[in-house]
């Protein structure tokens, strides 16, 4: 199996490559060009490269100079010309300042990060940022200091669907934002997400010089919603683990019915959205699905479960090939895992079947820490296969690689078809799984239709595709994880 060091250097070496040069492309109003790193020369931009945002920013002579961002094209600003995209000849800018990143986000559009690696900084629309990363949105400024400041303006291209902002009434038009002062933090309108009882926005701590997330509750207290949410906030105060997206600050304004909970914010959008447009190989899936289990079995060590894992709801620490997960999104999360409940929650295509049978059956129960090794066991499935071992097409038997890339929250085949197969436990293990024989093997001891069968977390972990690259697996690990 290829270290995490190896497959980096291989693909910065292909994304480094620069091409031939040209004269600019004119485009609208601005100049379209990609910078070379040597003598931020004009070049005609890679034709591979989908244009997903651009930094705009006034060269020294006052012209306008647009650099393309684009998927899998990292993009590095600093003073040295061998390291760097762009240029800036300036002794107080560092040799490799800050690193702009692109991936797709959960609701189709672009997910722009900046991650700064300077001594002295960068400011985003004024916020100093220092040794941590961000997330860039439409209309942000960003600015480089130095003996004369760089400033860039980030336009998205790619845009996705809008969310509406729960806190922040009216929602600000395009390429502006509001902030709110909660506590140390100041709330921006910027939205990463938003349902009908929550809402996630970007944050800044003015007092770490880092971004994170807010994610902002409804809490009715005549409808006792505080205490549920401040169930989910207990949990996860006495929660810590590199693979656990951890609460940073809870502020709780009863009077408004709100209740702000701060996250360590993740770069690299979430798993889902990953798979959905790299096909991962067998060494990437498997590093992933160690961390998986590693996050698990801290949660069940300490007699929590999950209760809705699922690609959405594992968060990608920041981009890059074979990175570090985050397990999130503890609403349903439950203390006291190994006891019975008859409450049943959860994703229904990611639910076991004693899960399934208890949501028709009120008088049946089920036990979480089982529930969370079947969710487990389909997320592998599906991040070796691209397809879902219980939600498809009928016609589209024969699996194809592409067939499981259609929205994360829409199901291909309808409820009762895919609780059906769930309660069966009938899984077509095609083609496929024939050159990966010992993946195969765990994937179905976690797809046990009996819970008390099936494979616990630590047995995972001790499975034998696990256990063949554990020395090559905690290597890689403890590299990813070295600055938690």
């Known amino acids: 199996m290829p270290s995490v060091a190896e497959t980096i250097n291989s693909s910065r070496r292909q994304l480094l490559e620069p091409p031939k040069c040209a004269k600019p492309l004119k485009t609208a109003n601005f100049d379209v ?67 702009f990143d692109v991936v797709l986000s959960s609701t189709g559009g672009a997910l722009v990060s900046c991650q700064d690696m300077s001594t002295n900084g960068i400011f985003i629309n004024g916020h100093r940022l220092h040794k941590s990363a961000a997330i860039i949105m439409d209309g942000d400024e960003i600015e480089v200091p130095g003996h004369t ?47 009908s009882f929550a809402s996630v926005h970007l944050s800044f701590d003015s007092l770490s010089f880092k971004q994170v997330a807010c994610k902002t509750i409804v809490a009715r207290p005549r409808k006792g919603d505080l205490q549920k949410v401040m169930s989910e906030v207990n949990i996860l105060r006495g929660l810590r683990h590199p693979n656990i997206n951890g609460i940073l600050d809870v502020v709780v304004n009863e009077n408004a019915g709100w209740v702000h909970i701060f996250l360590e914010l993740c ?22 699905s160690y961390q998986l289990f590693k996050g698990v079995e801290y949660l069940h060590n300490r007699s929590v479960s999950h209760r809705d894992l699922k690609p959405e709801n594992i968060l990608i620490h920041s981009p890059g090939p074979f990175p570090r997960i985050q397990i999130a999104d503890f609403g349903l999360a439950r203390a006291r895992a190994y006891q019975e409940t008859l ?62 890339n259609d929205s994360s929250q829409v199901s291909i085949a309808s409820e009762e078809i895919i609780k059906t197969r769930i309660i069966r436990g009938s899984v077509d293990y095609f083609d496929i799984w024939n050159s990966i024989p010992e993946a195969k093997i765990l994937v179905e001891g976690l797809l046990v239709r009996e819970p ?33």
Request: glycine fraction near 8%; include cysteine; hydrophobic fraction near 35%.
């Open 33 to 99: 060009v990609n910078i070379s790193k040597s003598t931020n020369q004009v070049e005609e931009p890679v034709a591979t490269v989908k244009e997903c945002a651009k930094l705009i920013t006034l060269n020294k002579c006052g012209k306008r100079e647009v650099i393309v961002l684009g998927l899998g094209r990292p993009v590095t600003i600093g003073r040295n010309p061998r390291e760097c995209t762009y240029v800036i000849h300036d002794r107080i800018v560092s040799n490799i300042h800050c690193k």
């Open 149 to 195: 400041s760089t400033l860039f303006s980030c336009v998205h291209s790619l845009k996705g669907s809008c969310e509406r902002v729960s806190i922040f009434e009216p929602t600000p038009p395009q390429g502006c934002y509001k902030t709110v002062k909660i506590g140390c933090y100041d709330v921006m309108s910027h939205c990463l997400g938003s349902g």
């Open 267 to 288: 770069t690299g959008g979430d798993l889902f959205s990953y798979i959905s447009r790299h096909k991962l190989g067998e060494a990437e899936a498997k590093f992933i």
């Open 343 to 404: 409450n049943v929650c959860g994703t229904v295509s990611y639910l076991p079947p004693e899960g399934i049978l208890a949501l028709d059956n009120k008088e049946l129960g089920y036990v979480g820490m089982p529930a969370d090794c079947w969710s487990a066991g389909v997320i592998i499935y599906i991040m070796l296969t691209g397809t879902h071992p219980f939600d498809y097409c009928e016609a589209n038997s024969n699996y194809s690689q592409n067939s499981w």
């Open 452 to 484: 008390s069968k099936r494979l616990t977390v630590q047995a995972a972990l001790e499975a034998r595709w696990i256990v063949i690259n554990s020395k090559e697996l905690l290597h890689d690990y403890n590299e990813r994880i070295k600055n938690f």
